[in-house]
C-alpha cells in the first residue's frame, strides 16, 4: 500500500511534456489519449511506456440548490437560510462536475530502451504523424502511475473549467 509521502513524490514528479490540444467540450464527451512515460528504477535506460486514452463526460453544472441539499444533511437553521439564500442568487455560485473514465482495456504498456528524452522524441514524432491534437505525453513514477495520470486529469479539469464555464454562461445555462 502506498503512503502518502508516495502519493505526494508521484504529484510532484508527473510533468505534462506535451498538453492536448484542446481543453475539455463543454457540450459532450471528450477523449484524450495519453503516452504515460515512466523509468525503471532498478534497470539503467529502461522505460516503460503506457499508451491509454481517457474519456471526460460532459460536465455537469451543479447549481446552489443541488449543492445546498447535498451539503446540509445534519446543518442547522442559520445553513438552511444560507443555502436558501445561495438558491436564490444562481450568479453567485455554480459548480461544474466532471467525469472521468479511465479504461485500462484500451491501455498498453511497452518496454523501450534509451533515456527518457530519446522516448519523448520518438513518441513525439509519432504523433506529428498521427495528427492526434488531444494527445498527451505524460512523465511519471513507474511505482505509482496511476497518481501521475489522476494528477493529469485533475490538472486538465482545472484548465477547462473556466472556457466551459463561459460556454455555460453565452448559452444561458448559468
Same mark, same amino acid.
Given at each position: ?16 511534456? &506535451? ?17 504515460? &512515460? ?5 534497470? &539503467? ?16 453544472? &451543479? ?20 443555502? %436558501? ?18 479504461? =485500462?482495456?484500451?491501455?498498453v504498456e511497452e518496454i523501450v530502451h534509451g533515456s527518457v528524452e530519446e522516448v519523448v522524441t520518438r ?7 498521427? %495528427? ?9 513514477? %513507474?511505482d505509482a502511475w496511476e497518481v501521475c495520470l489522476l494528477k493529469f486529469t485533475v490538472d486538465l479539469v ?12 453565452? =448559452?444561458?445555462?448559468?
Open positions: 500500500m502506498k503512503s502518502e509521502d508516495d502519493f505526494q513524490y508521484a504529484v510532484e514528479n508527473t510533468r505534462v511534456l &506535451v498538453a492536448p490540444d484542446r481543453r475539455i467540450e463543454t457540450f459532450g464527451s471528450t477523449q484524450f489519449r495519453f503516452h504515460l &512515460v515512466t523509468e525503471l528504477l532498478d534497470r &539503467v535506460n529502461v522505460i516503460r511506456v503506457r499508451d491509454g486514452r481517457i474519456e471526460a463526460e460532459q460536465p455537469r453544472i &451543479v447549481s446552489p440548490a443541488q449543492y445546498s441539499k447535498l451539503l446540509l444533511e445534519g446543518f442547522g437553521d442559520q445553513a438552511r437560510r444560507y443555502a %436558501d439564500w445561495l438558491e436564490k442568487r444562481p450568479e453567485k455560485l455554480a459548480f461544474l462536475k466532471y467525469g472521468f473514465q479511465f479504461r =485500462k482495456m484500451d491501455m513518441i513525439r514524432g509519432g504523433m506529428k504523424q498521427a %495528427d492526434e491534437p488531444l494527445t498527451a505525453i505524460i512523465e511519471g513514477v %513507474d482545472q484548465q477547462s473549467a473556466g472556457g466551459n464555464m463561459r460556454d455555460f454562461r453565452r =448559452k444561458g445555462l448559468l
